[in-house]
Structures are given as structure tokens and as C-alpha cells.
């Protein structure tokens, strides 16, 4: 089972690859992912670019390097570096808060798994969330600078890094905020977020899947048994109340398509990494590691084949739809971004199905006799050049 996921994870990191994978500018040493496929030559000048999704694309490019190590892929993970750091005009950093702290988690891992490191673009993102923090405010820190919205989307992955890069207190303190006051008393999920003192209501999957990763870390590095307490009740709650028949909610394109991804990495790392002290905490990690693998198997199923490589679906339990280069394409708008007419078309939907390939290879090796695998695909160590 394990070569069988490692192939499909190869399958998608290949696919995301020759479809999306091309130069900044034509400049050397650089790489993005272009946002739409099929995409118009205009893509590819990335005017337009997501910095948040392109933060996915190395963490899902840093998976793929810890499942199968090449040094052509160190090399590409440097170039993706690279090209967010020149798009960004030469900066690490922008107004939300959410996005930066998803660049950070994939610089951490970049750094500590492949040996890619960018210490001092970690230390200007720590400060970020650091100096954003504001209990005076009713938060947290908030979405975006000079924002009064406080939400679990940015206060998750900040806290997950911040635990990763030695600020544990804060973590904790972020993890107790999020707690406190975005738990659902109902359902026991985790609610968007609160703005100007009123709850935001809004449920979504990655909300689940970065405060499962919080409390995950916290659980693992601290003595504080409410942590692991936390996350048996939310991944019990993701269970009854976001994944029916086993597989996640999906959310469509545009930024919703990175939702159902994200809540399987950190399904996944609870599966690996929430210590085992308790029965519960054992239960716990099995039901995690089977909402991943039937989420996988059902996304797999469902997916198209193109020139002999997958398309994902936007949504894991129905088949996904071949797109075309003509429809609406995905928008930016009010901080957000829409989905494209057919979402399988945004690059946000390959990384979320890429992601949950790589999530079920580390969690398959223990499955039962295997199947036939799939056939691995070839290698393509280059991004493709412009058409």
C-alpha cells in the first residue's frame, strides 16, 4: 500500500508540475505556479499569483521531497522560494496575516526537512505574529493589518509555526484564545472567527484542520493534557459533522479549493503525532488517519486522467471536470479568492489534491495486503516554459 500512494502523491506532484510549474518573468533560478489550467499567456506574466497558494506549492513540493528525495527537487524548492520572494517585491511579508503565517510553516519545513533555510525570513514572519497579538482588542491577532476581524485562519497557522520556532508561550496563549472563544458549544467545531466583538458563525474544514494542528504540536511538546483533550473532541466533531460517509467537505475552487487539503495535512499529522498516552489518544489517531485514506481513495476515484496524469475534483466524492480555457476565471475580491467557472481549472484544486496523495502515503504503511499499484509516472525535473 505504501508504493501504491507513493505513486499517486508522484502521479499529482508531476501533474501540478508540467501543467502549472513555470519561470517568473523568465528569470533564472526562479519559479511559480501559474493559478489557472489551461491558462492564457497572461497567467504566466503572473500578474495575478496568490501568494498563500503558492506558500501550498512549496509545502506540497517540501512533501514530496521528504517521500522521494532528489536533488532536482531541492533545486526546485529553492527557485520557488526564490520566485515568491522576487513577486513579492523582495519582501517576506504582506497585510494578512493568514497568508504570511502559511509562507512561514512551508519556509520551517523547507528548512528543517530539506536543509532549504531562510532563518532570517522566519525571524521577520515571527515578529509579525508576535507584535500582532492583541487581547486588548478581543483577539488573537487579526486576518489582515489595521483589521478588527480575528479568525482561526490566521491564528492557527501562526500559532502552529510560532510552536515550531521556539515561542511556545504564545502559541499556547493563541490555542487557549481560539478555545475559548471560536468553539462551537454545539457541534464542538471551531467557528471562523469574531469581528468587532460578534461571532463569525461561518464553519469551515481548514478552521478544523489548523487548530487540530495547534493543539497537535502543543500536545507533543507540552505536559498540558488539554491540548490532547482538544483534539479528540475536534476530530470526532470533523468526523460526525464534515465528512460524510468518511470523506472531508470539499469547498470548490478558488480559495476554498486549499480548504479540504489543508484539514488532511493536519488530520495526518495528528495521526502520526499526537503522543499515545491514552486509549483515547490512540482512538483518536485511527479515526484521523481514516478520514485522510478514504478522502484519498475517494478524490483518486473520482478523478479525471489528462495526457495520462490526474485531475482532481474540486469536491472528493463526484467526478471532477476537465476544464477549458473559456468561463469566468477566479477573482480577487475583498481579500478573497473566487473560484473559476469550472473549479478545476484553479491551481488551488491540483495542490488540495496533491496534498491529501502525500498525506495518505505517510499514513499507509502499516494498510493491510496491497493492491496492484498504480504505474509511477515519469519524472519531468523541469518546470515547462512558457507556450
Known amino acids: 500500500m505504501d508504493q501504491l500512494w507513493a505513486n499517486r502523491a508522484a502521479s499529482a506532484e508531476t ?4 501543467r502549472h ?60 522560494i526564490r520566485g515568491h520572494h522576487v513577486r513579492n517585491l523582495l519582501r517576506w511579508t504582506n497585510d494578512y496575516y493568514d497568508d504570511m503565517a502559511w509562507l512561514a510553516l512551508a519556509l520551517e519545513r523547507a528548512g528543517r526537512l530539506v536543509g532549504v533555510a531562510r532563518p532570517k525570513a522566519l525571524d521577520a514572519l515571527g515578529e509579525q505574529f508576535l507584535n500582532a497579538w492583541v487581547p486588548e482588542d478581543g483577539g488573537g491577532i487579526p486576518w489582515r493589518k489595521q483589521d478588527q476581524f480575528f479568525n ?10 510560532l510552536a515550531r520556532h521556539d515561542r ?32 463569525v458563525r461561518a464553519q469551515y474544514t481548514y478552521c ?7 493543539e497537535t504540536e502543543l500536545a507533543a ?26 470523506v472531508l467537505r470539499s469547498a470548490g475552487g478558488g480559495d476554498g479549493g486549499l480548504f479540504g487539503g489543508v484539514t488532511a495535512r493536519y488530520l495526518a499529522l495528528v495521526a502520526t503525532t499526537l503522543p499515545e498516552r491514552t486509549p ?55 481579500g478573497a479568492v473566487n473560484a473559476s467557472q469550472t473549479p478545476e481549472r ?17 499514513l499507509s504503511t502499516d494498510s493491510g495486503p496491497d493492491p496492484v499499484p498504480d504505474p509511477a509516472p515519469d519524472a519531468d525535473p523541469e518546470p515547462q516554459e512558457e507556450e
Request: glycine share 8%; with cysteine.
Open 15 to 18: 501533474a501540478v508540475t508540467r
Open 221 to 246: 511538546r507540552t505536559d498540558d493534557p488539554h491540548h490532547a483533550e482538544r483534539v479528540h473532541r475536534l476530530v470526532a466533531a470533523v468526523r460526525d459533522h464534515m465528512a460524510p460517509d468518511g
Open 346 to 362: 484553479d491551481l488551488s484544486v491540483q495542490l488540495s489534491g496533491w496534498m491529501l496523495m502525500e498525506a495518505a502515503h505517510t
Open 208 to 214: 478544523q484542520g489548523v487548530v487540530l494542528g495547534l
Open 21 to 80: 510549474l513555470r519561470r517568473l518573468w523568465q528569470l533564472p533560478g526562479t519559479q511559480l505556479g501559474v493559478v489557472a489550467w489551461p491558462g492564457e499567456r497572461r497567467y504566466a506574466l503572473f500578474g495575478t499569483w496568490h501568494y498563500w497558494w503558492q506558500a501550498h506549492l512549496l509545502d506540497c513540493l517540501v512533501d514530496a521531497q521528504v517521500r522521494d528525495p532528489q536533488p532536482e527537487r531541492v533545486t526546485r524548492i529553492g527557485r520557488q
Open 152 to 161: 482561526a485562519p490566521a491564528n492557527g497557522p501562526a500559532g502552529i509555526f
Open 280 to 334: 483515547q489518544d490512540t482512538a483518536t489517531r485511527a479515526a484521523a488517519r481514516d478520514l485522510v485514506l478514504a478522502s484519498a481513495q475517494s478524490a483518486w476515484d473520482y478523478r479525471q486522467t489528462v495526457d495520462g496524469l490526474p485531475l482532481f475534483g474540486a469536491f472528493w466524492d463526484r467526478a471532477a471536470v476537465v476544464p477549458t480555457a473559456g468561463g469566468a476565471d477566479a477573482e480577487f475580491v475583498d
Open 168 to 199: 511556545l508561550r504564545r502559541a499556547q496563549q493563541m490555542a487557549d484564545w481560539i478555545d475559548e472563544v471560536l468553539i462551537d458549544p454545539e457541534t464542538h467545531l471551531v467557528f471562523d472567527g469574531i469581528k468587532a466583538g460578534s461571532l
